[in-house]
C-alpha cells in the first residue's frame, strides 16, 4: 500500500477530461461548468451543475482544499506536516493538527477493520523499493526483513487526548498516499455542499466523490471502469449506474512502478511480506465516504474478494467490483 496513481475510474460525464492542464481551464454549457487542473501531483477535475459565478467560487473552494491537504501530506515537501512528522516523531511527540489527526484516525480505522492490509506506516518500505530513493537492483531478503522491523501501525504510539504520534523506533516513517486524495476529495465536497452547491462530480486523479443530487434530467452518474494493463482504452461494456453522495475509488500496479533487474515492481507494497503486490486484476470500491473508498480499494487489490466480502459486511454502504486483465 502506498501513495497510487489511479489504473482509472473514468466519468462518462461530457467534458470532464477534455480541458488542458496548465493552471486550469473552463468549459461552460448552460448551467453546466467544468475546469480542469494539476493538484497533489496528478490531474484533477471539477464538473458541476450551478451558476457561472457560483463556480468560480465553487472551484477556489476545491482547489483550496487540495491545497490545504497537499501541505499536510505531501511527502515531496520537507515543510508538510506529514515530512515534519516523519523526521521529529522518534525522538519526541509530534502535535498534530485537527485535519492531520482526522486522516490519521481514518487510517488507524482503515489498519483494523482491514487487518493490517491498508498499513500507512510502509515508507520504510517504499523507500527501500526505490520510490522515493533511486536504486537498480531488488532488495535481497535480509534488507527486506529488516526495513520490515519499522513498519506496522501498531508500533506507532497515538495519544488520543492530545492527539500526537510518537514513533517507537528511529526510522520509522508515515505514508498517507493511499488515503491523502480521498480526504481531500471528501472535505471538497464538504465545502461545496455547504455552499449549496449539491450536482456535480469532483475528480482527483482517477478518485470521483459524487455530489448528492443528480443532473437535471439524469436518473443517475454514469461511471466506467478500465480494464487492468489496459492504459489507451479498454474500457469495460458495462456503466456502473450511481446515485449521488457516494465516492469510487480504483487501485492497480502498473501505471506508478520501479524497474529494477530488468522486472517492473507495482507501488502497491504488501505490508505483510514488504513486496510489491503482483497482480492480474484491478480492484473498485464505491463508498459513502471519498476517504474511506480511498483506502478499501487498496487493501481489496492486496486481498481480493475475500477481503471485499469482509469489508461489505463490517461497512454497510460499500461495494465492490474486482475486475481482471481479461476483463472478466
Not at 24 to 38: G, I, K, L
Not at 145 to 150: C, D, H, I, P, Q
Amino acid at each position: 500500500m502506498s501513495s497510487r496513481t489511479r489504473w482509472g475510474v473514468l466519468l462518462a460525464f461530457a467534458a470532464l477530461l477534455g480541458a488542458g492542464l496548465a493552471g486550469y481551464s473552463v468549459q461552460s454549457r448552460c448551467e453546466y461548468h467544468s475546469a480542469a487542473f494539476t493538484s497533489m501531483g496528478t490531474a484533477a477535475c471539477v464538473s458541476l451543475h450551478t451558476g457561472r459565478e457560483n463556480f468560480s467560487n465553487a472551484l477556489k473552494a476545491v482547489m483550496a482544499e487540495f491545497r490545504l491537504v497537499t501541505e499536510i501530506a505531501d511527502l515531496h515537501s520537507e515543510k508538510s506536516e506529514l515530512s515534519r512528522l516523519n523526521r521529529s516523531a522518534a525522538a519526541a511527540p509530534f502535535v498534530c493538527s485537527p485535519e492531520l489527526w482526522e486522516i490519521l484516525t481514518e487510517s488507524r480505522r482503515a489498519y483494523k477493520l482491514s487487518g493490517g492490509a491498508f498499513d500507512i506506516s510502509v515508507k520504510p518500505l517504499m523507500t527501500l523499493w526505490g520510490f522515493y530513493r533511486k536504486r537498480s537492483q531488488v532488495p535481497d531478503a535480509a534488507e527486506i526483513a529488516k526495513v520490515r522491523e519499522l513498519t506496522g501501525l501498531d508500533k506507532v504510539i497515538f495519544d488520543d487526548k492530545k492527539h500526537t504520534v510518537k514513533f517507537s523506533r528511529p526510522g520509522m516513517a508515515l505514508d498517507l498516499g493511499g488515503i491523502a486524495k480521498g480526504y481531500a476529495l471528501e472535505r471538497a465536497a464538504r465545502a461545496l455542499i455547504r455552499m449549496g452547491i449539491t450536482r456535480g462530480v469532483i475528480d482527483l486523479g482517477g478518485n470521483l466523490r459524487l455530489l448528492p443530487e443528480l443532473p437535471p434530467g439524469r436518473v443517475a452518474y454514469r461511471i466506467g471502469i478500465r480494464r487492468p494493463m489496459r492504459k489507451n482504452g479498454g474500457v469495460i461494456p458495462e456503466i456502473l449506474q450511481l446515485q449521488g453522495n457516494l465516492a469510487v475509488s480504483s487501485s492497480g500496479d502498473y501505471e506508478r512502478y520501479v524497474k529494477l533487474g530488468g522486472k517492473y515492481y507495482g507501488h502497491i507494497i504488501d505490508p505483510v511480506t514488504g513486496i510489491p503486490a503482483p497482480r492480474d486484476y484491478a480492484a473498485t470500491a464505491i463508498a459513502p465516504d471519498a476517504a474511506c473508498s480511498d483506502w478499501l480499494s487498496t487493501a481489496v487489490f492486496l486481498r481480493g474478494e475475500t477481503m471485499a466480502a469482509r469489508l461489505k459486511r463490517m461497512l454497510p454502504g460499500t461495494d465492490f467490483i474486482i475486475v481482471k486483465k481479461d476483463g472478466e
